[in-house]
DNA sequence: GCTTGACCTTGACATGATGGGAAGGTGCAC
DNA sequence: GTGCACCTTCCCATCATGTCAAGGTCAAGC
């Protein structure tokens, strides 16, 4: 199986395959006599595993972790759990701040009218640190 | 005023001051006859007001365009509002995905034991592409 | 005057995950 | 034997920020 089949069959751009390779996310495929990429079910597996992590936003040293678990027959769940766990805490912080900026934008601009004239609170805060004296 | 205290003064390290510097964002700053830049209240308002707008997630593209906004006396406040909107929606989009893959993990961490054994939902998942058989 | 240390300058390189493109080789169908 | 789709490697770009290095400058103390 070419490199582009590879990629079609995983959702794992062929780009990106490569790159993996380079930084020894996974093995070096065999390579034909001309030098094409081979690869084969497990390989193809591999790949899938690496795509489904990704789209649950493992960064790639996690999912290095991950890989090496699930090669390891001798594996605690434990260790997979706790990587999860970690991931989980680093999203749900990633959306408290976000909830965090969204809150105070929201509130500047239902304070603001939006329309031709130039006040605006939003700009305001951001000028001067300080909400408009006739806010809540 | 130095790079140095300006740093301090807006809470813009001073690498991203020239760095700003390099990208356009602000204007260059004046020089002192040994080369050093020199800042005035005027660049301290700038860089504050960078500082906020980076603090509410604002990319650098938005807030090249609240800059300029900013100093438009003629400015329509509805411009404004429109880029935190579209910034808020952003922000929005972005939880929506953390909260679903943070769901996804939850609930396959609940059906892992997360102790010395080998079997794992998670594991399981991201090889199969399956939920296990026994899950609800 | 000379040293020292804190500060400034520019420049290059790194992050993390991915995309884009160029230049050239390969495989296959017509 | 030609054309096209695919493959190869290598380089550069993103985005905002950090780190490091080599060298210049300033002010204070001796």
Redesign the interface.
């Known amino acids: 199986m070419n490199i582009g089949e590879a990629a079609v069959a995983t959702g794992v751009t062929a780009k990106m395959i490569r790159h993996y390779e380079q930084i020894g996310l996974i093995h070096a495929a065999g390579r034909t006599g001309a030098g094409y990429r081979v690869y084969g079910p497990k390989d193809l597996?591999t790949l899938?595993?690496i795509r489904?992590?990704r789209?649950?936003?493992f960064s790639i040293a996690q999912i290095r972790d991950?890989l090496a678990?699930?090669q390891?027959?001798?594996?605690?769940?434990?260790d997979?759990?706790?990587i999860?766990?970690e991931?989980?805490a680093e999203?749900?912080e990633?959306?408290r701040l976000?909830?965090e900026?969204?809150r105070?934008?929201?509130h500047?601009?239902a304070h603001?009218?939006?329309?031709?004239?130039?006040?605006?609170p939003?700009?305001e805060?951001?000028?001067t640190?300080k909400a408009g004296e006739d806010c809540c």
């Open positions: 597996s899938s595993f489904r992590a789209d649950l936003g991950l678990l699930w390891d027959r001798a594996r605690a769940s434990g997979v759990k706790r999860a766990g991931h989980v999203m749900k990633k959306m976000l909830q900026m969204v105070t934008l929201e500047l601009s603001c009218h939006g329309d031709d004239r130039p006040d605006c939003i700009l805060q951001l000028a640190g």
